[in-house]
């Protein structure tokens, strides 16, 4: 697990640690002192620490104009015991939507396993978002954990499902997999 990286291949348009607005402005990180772990295995030291002990993310993009962020997301996402959403939600979406952003692209390929709680920030999250016509969507998660999040009834909160599952977004721009996911959007809202 240590060498997977966020994606960096759009540092040249934004880096999170740099935006005065996002919740890791001024994260100072190394590229050779491993330290946080998902359960016994090391994770590459890019990867934000956003208080859980099993899932780390990367805020990728976010353009406040458009009101959209790109999120990658690594480990296991644990709401029964580390009540992963709630720190999700309260440390990072809230953040962000207070600056506005209500359109949320979540990358999900690296994230192993889901364990459910209960639905109460899910919901939150999507009436904050649907209020101010935005949305959210979770891209490339894996199958058996897409599944668990149905099995939950979690999926009603989010937008995922066919090209979603298998979206190549590393060969576009920030803005490019922003407009190519809305209009996967627009079709099936319509």
Not at 14 to 26: K, R, T, V
Not at 40 to 58: A, C, R, V
Not at 63 to 85: F, K, M, P, Q, S
């Amino acid at each position: 697990m240590h060498e997977l990286e966020p994606f960096y291949n759009w540092q040249h348009l934004y880096i999170a640690s740099e935006d005065e607005d996002s919740p890791f402005y001024g994260a100072e990180y190394s590229e050779f002192t491993f330290s946080n772990t998902v359960y016994n295995f090391y994770i590459h030291p890019q990867w934000d620490d956003m208080g859980s002990e099993t899932l780390y993310l990367k805020i990728l993009f976010v353009d406040y104009d458009e009101h959209y962020a790109i999120i990658e997301l690594i480990g296991e996402w644990n709401d029964a015991i580390n009540n992963d959403i709630m720190l999700l939600k309260r440390d990072i979406i809230d953040e962000l939507a207070f600056h506005g952003i209500n359109k949320y692209i979540i990358i999900g390929e690296n994230v192993l396993n889901f364990h459910h709680s209960d639905d109460s920030y899910y919901e939150e999250w999507f009436e904050d978002v649907q209020d101010n016509d935005g949305w959210i969507t979770f891209i490339n998660f894996q199958e058996h954990v897409l599944k668990e999040f149905k099995q939950a009834n979690l999926d009603y909160y989010f937008i995922t499902g066919g090209e979603l599952n298998d979206y190549e977004w590393r060969k576009f721009s920030p803005g490019q997999v922003f407009g190519n996911i809305s209009k996967i959007i627009s079709k099936r809202l319509a």
